[in-house]
Structures are given as structure tokens and as C-alpha cells.
């Protein structure tokens, strides 16, 4: 397996940026995701890679070996799992053969490839079976297998598994993610789905009209978001973005009707951002009293019961903004309540939208 490393990397399709200036790194063994929205430039970045277009500027190199000038055929890095469905009429041995007899691999290592795959995805026992007699899961480690049996320097996905329904892609990007630690395998993935980027990545980059905003761990992409651009790709629902104001020792926004102590607030912030379960919700009057940093009060504008928590929607002065509370608490439609915010939870930005330090 190898790294993958973009350098000012430029790709114009026409008057198009379809990649601008793009550098990263993708580790060794690295599970590694694009993540955007559609023709932002995920795709073309993938084609980078394998060699089917070549960079207007920069350079990429692939286990160190600059390979602008290599054909995809020397690059040997995979784009696979385009496709899960398995061929009905060959058993599952044949299915995961079958990238490999196409490449007329010699018959003894195409031997090996199969057995050391199928030990390592726990299929060996299932090999002789045609598809249908497979259950759902067992259809998709062979077709995973099928997919990984050919060795390459990293494996690229493009979008593999947004065709297939809600429960399904659970499962597979359970899988996907599990096999991967297995196997250690350089994985590059593009998806359009926050979720997905966020469940199955060692790293994400977010892209944005070809151009990389942000790369890091999900965890650290999710709570310092570089941007709002980057924010309110993220979570679900996602974060709550209000003009504000600061005032004395506090930070206001929505008419005053949210008010954030914090004397840490950075001056130059015109934006805060607030994810939706940092927002505390109380029954209003809190203690009876107005506002003792408990709280200031909104109304309850609508309300999502999910089961395991609840979605709220609430209206201070012109702004709405969406809480997520654990369970289902007993809060109704046009009731008053008390939001808050902990200052450490609380995200700001500046003039051009970018992640202020508190
Ligand atoms: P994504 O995969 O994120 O949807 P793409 O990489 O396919 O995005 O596209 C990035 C941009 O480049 C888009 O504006 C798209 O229209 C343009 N583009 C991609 N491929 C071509 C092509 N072959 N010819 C012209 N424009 C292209
Ligand atoms: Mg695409």
C-alpha cells in the first residue's frame, strides 16, 4: 500500500475549477473521504488519481513516485465497489475470481488472492453457494471480496453505496469500515452523505467548488468546524448560525433573545454558532425568575419526536433555531421555554465566516 499526496494540485474543464489548488495528504492505511456537495469536485479529484485526467498545475505522487506523467495502468490504484450486485449465475468463488481471471492473473495466485481474501472477510465456508442461496449480508462480504481481491497500491470509491436503501448502506458502511482496519488498506472515498463521511472516516476533506476548506478527524472537523461553510455541512440538524452582537461581557443575537455570558468572546465575532444539542431547553419561568444565566425565553414552534430524542424547533424574535433534546420530554408547540447555551459549546465567526478562537 502507498500514500497519496496532491500538491497545488489544478484541474480546468474549460472555464471550470473543477479542482483548485488542492494539496493533501492521504497516509498509508488511511481511511480517507471526500466529502461535498455535488460537483464540487470529488470525482474529478478520484480521476486525478488514477490517472485518467492530468492536473492543469501541481503534482501528485503516489508512494512517493511523482506519477503526473505515469499511465493509469502503472499507477496501479483500483477504483472499485461500483457496483455490489454479484453475477446470479457464478458461485461466490467465481464472482471474487472473476476481476482476477479478467486479468488473466496466473492460476496459482489468483488461488492465493481468493483464499487470503475469503479468510480475512470470513466467507470461505460460503464460497461454493451461488448468490441466491446468500443472505443479504454474505451477498455483500463477497461482493466486497470480489471488489478488494486485486492488490493495488489504494482502493478508490466513488459514491459506492448511495444507491442502495437506508438499512442496506448501514450495513455496508459497517462493513466497508471494518474490512478496511482489517485489511489496512489506503482507501480514498467520496460521498455526498455528511453521515457517511462522518461514521466511516479516519479523515475528511470538505470540499467546496474545488477547493479543500477543511481536512481533520471527524471528531475534530464536527467540533471546530473552520468555517461556517463547514458548519452547517455538518449534523443533523445542523449547527445554528445567528447574526450577533456583542454586549457587555456577553454576546447576543436574535434581538437579545439568546445571551451568551462570556467575557472570552473574540471582539471581531459578527456570527455564533450553536449545535443543536448544546441548546438547553427548560420550562419557562425558570425559578420564577427572568434571566439569571439560565435562560432567556422562546416559544416552541414545532416539535419532531425521533424515539431516542426529540427535534425542536424555536422561534426567538425573528430567528429560529433547532434544539436536540435526549428522549422525549414533554414540551408542546406555542409553550414558552428557556434556552441557554454553555459559552465553552459555543462557536464563533467572523466577518468572512471563518472559526474565530474564543
Ligand atoms: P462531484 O464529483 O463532486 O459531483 P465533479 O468532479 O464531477 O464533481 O465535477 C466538478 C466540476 O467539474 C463540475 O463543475 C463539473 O461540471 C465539472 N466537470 C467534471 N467533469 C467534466 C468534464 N468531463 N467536462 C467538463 N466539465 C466537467
Ligand atoms: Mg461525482
Known amino acids: ?13 474549460g472555464g ?24 464540487s469536485g470529488k470525482s474529478t479529484i478520484l480521476r486525478l488519481v488514477l490517472g485518467l485526467e492530468t ?19 502503472e499507477r496501479n490504484v483500483a477504483m472499485v465497489f461500483q457496483n455490489l450486485a454479484l453475477f446470479p449465475h457464478m458461485s461466490a468463488r467465481d464472482n471474487v475470481r472473476f476481476p482476477l481471471v479478467e486479468r488473466k492473473v496466473a492460476e496459482p495466485q489468483i488461488e ?20 441466491a442461496q446468500l443472505s443479504g ?23 459506492p453505496i448511495s444507491a442502495l436503501d437506508a ?8 462493513e466497508l469500515k471494518r474490512i ?12 455526498h452523505d455528511q453521515e457517511e463521511a462522518m461514521s466511516i472516516a479516519d479523515r475528511i476533506a470538505i470540499l467546496d467548488n474545488g477547493r479543500i476548506r477543511q481536512i481533520g478527524a471527524p471528531a475534530e472537523i464536527y467540533d471546530r468546524p473552520a468555517s461556517t461553510y463547514v458548519a452547517r455541512l455538518l449534523g443533523s440538524p445542523v449547527m445554528n448560525i445567528l447574526k450577533s452582537v456583542r454586549g457587555e461581557g456577553a454576546v447576543e443575537a436574535a434581538e437579545g433573545r439568546i445571551r451568551i455570558a462570556d467575557t472570552a468572546a473574540p471582539v471581531d465575532a459578527v456570527e455564533i454558532g450553536l449545535r443543536p444539542e448544546d441548546i438547553k431547553v427548560r420550562p419557562w419561568p425558570v425559578d420564577g425568575k427572568d434571566d439569571r444565566g439560565q435562560g432567556r425565553p422562546a416559544l416552541v414552534f414545532e ?52 472559526a474565530l478562537a474564543r
Open 1 to 13: 500500500m502507498a500514500n497519496i499526496v496532491f500538491r497545488n494540485v489544478t484541474k480546468r474543464y
Open 16 to 39: 471550470t475549477l473543477a479542482v483548485d489548488d488542492a494539496s493533501f495528504t492521504v497516509n498509508d492505511n488511511e481511511f480517507f473521504c471526500f466529502f461535498g456537495p455535488p460537483l
Open 55 to 73: 492536473p492543469d498545475s501541481g503534482e501528485i505522487l503516489i508512494g512517493g513516485r511523482p506519477v503526473n506523467a505515469v499511465s493509469p495502468a
Open 112 to 131: 492465493k488472492r481468493v483464499a487470503d481474501v475469503a479468510a480475512k472477510l470470513h466467507i470461505g465456508h460460503i464460497l461454493h453457494k451461488p448468490p
Open 137 to 159: 449480508g454474505e451477498r455483500q462480504r463477497v461482493a466486497i471480496a470480489r471488489a478488494l481481491v486485486r492488490d493495488p497500491n489504494a482502493y478508490l470509491m466513488d459514491d
Open 167 to 174: 438499512r442496506l448502506r448501514e450495513e455496508t458502511r459497517v
Open 180 to 191: 478496511q482496519r482489517e485489511l489496512g488498506k489506503t482507501l480514498i472515498y467520496v460521498t
Open 303 to 354: 416539535v419532531e419526536p425521533l424515539g431516542g430524542y426529540t427535534v425542536v424547533t424555536l422561534a426567538a424574535g425573528q430567528a429560529r433555531l433547532k434544539a436536540l433534546l435526549r428522549g422525549q420530554p414533554d414540551i408542546r408547540p406555542d409553550a414558552m421555554v428557556a434556552i441557554s447555551c454553555e459559552p465553552g459549546r459555543v462557536h464563533y465567526f467572523g466577518q468572512s465566516g471563518g
